[in-house]
């Protein structure tokens, strides 16, 4: 069965540090992947997907993304985090081909930064 | 354009009633899904609707859950007989084409709490 793990559930940065959230997923072949950014009382925001090609995506606010197949990872990083990075983020993975596009999500990791 | 709107934003019903919780999706998008997100969860899919044609409800809980989208544009979920594990925001997403490679825009949710 497919599934997603975010291995973090609460990370706390410093303003101005670097950030690596963590995700693995499970799934016979290589699935589309996907991060999405929640703020409170608010919907999910697309930040960067990765579907074939270039292992390192860029994403939207200076967000980027490495896919390695040898490890079933997807983890997404930011040279610098900025306190209005604080929300949730999660991992997303959808079925490639013939598929009704439906995402099935990690837990989530809350990100909380430090001034 | 508009994104995604759900209405209402918050409802708050006694066990035993019966909701209804609405989608209007981004115009001309021919993809709709509804996600049920858990406190402190990540979103777990419900069901996805190819214009007006219900495709995929392998996620609803239980038969009192019921979905439609009569005319391929506005959505309506419906619980009946809600119990207090109905409590949860429900997401609303679309998505102009079929397909896992095609990235969904979520509206803000509406935050369902059963008394």
């Known amino acids: 069965a497919q599934s997603v793990t975010q291995p973090d559930i609460h990370i706390t940065v410093s303003e101005g540090a670097s950030l690596e959230l963590r995700c693995n997923y499970s799934?016979?072949?290589?699935?589309?992947l996907f991060w999405y950014v929640q703020s409170p009382g608010q919907g999910l925001q697309l930040l960067l997907k990765?579907?074939?090609?270039?292992?390192l995506v860029q994403g939207i606010k200076g967000f980027e993304a490495e896919f390695k197949r040898s490890q079933s990872s997807f983890n997404l990083r930011k040279p610098s985090v900025h306190w209005s990075d604080a929300a949730e983020y999660f991992c997303?993975?959808?079925?490639?081909?013939?598929?009704?596009?439906?995402?099935?999500f990690g837990q989530g990791t809350t990100l909380q930064v430090k001034p | 354009g508009a994104g995604v709107s759900q209405s209402p934003r918050y409802k708050v019903a006694k066990r035993g009633q019966d909701v209804a919780l609405r989608c209007d999706p981004i115009?001309?998008?021919?993809?709709l899904f509804w996600y049920q997100q858990a406190l402190g969860q990540g979103p777990e899919f419900l069901t996805y609707?190819?214009?007006?044609?219900?495709?995929?409800k392998s996620g609803l809980p239980s038969d009192r859950f019921f979905a439609e989208r009569p005319e391929g544009s506005v959505s309506t979920l419906k619980i009946q007989r809600t119990q207090q594990e109905d409590s949860a925001v429900y997401l609303c997403?679309?998505?102009?084409?079929?397909?896992?490679?095609?990235?969904?825009?979520f509206g803000d949710g509406t935050r369902l709490s059963i008394l």
């Open positions: 997303a993975v959808g079925a490639p081909s013939g598929n009704t596009g439906k995402l099935i």
């Open positions: 799934y016979g072949a290589t699935p589309y």
């Open positions: 609707f190819q214009n007006e044609a219900q495709l995929d």
């Open positions: 990765y579907f074939s090609g270039d292992t």
């Open positions: 997403a679309s998505s102009v084409y079929q397909g896992g490679n095609q990235p969904q825009h």
């Open positions: 115009s001309g998008h021919v993809s």
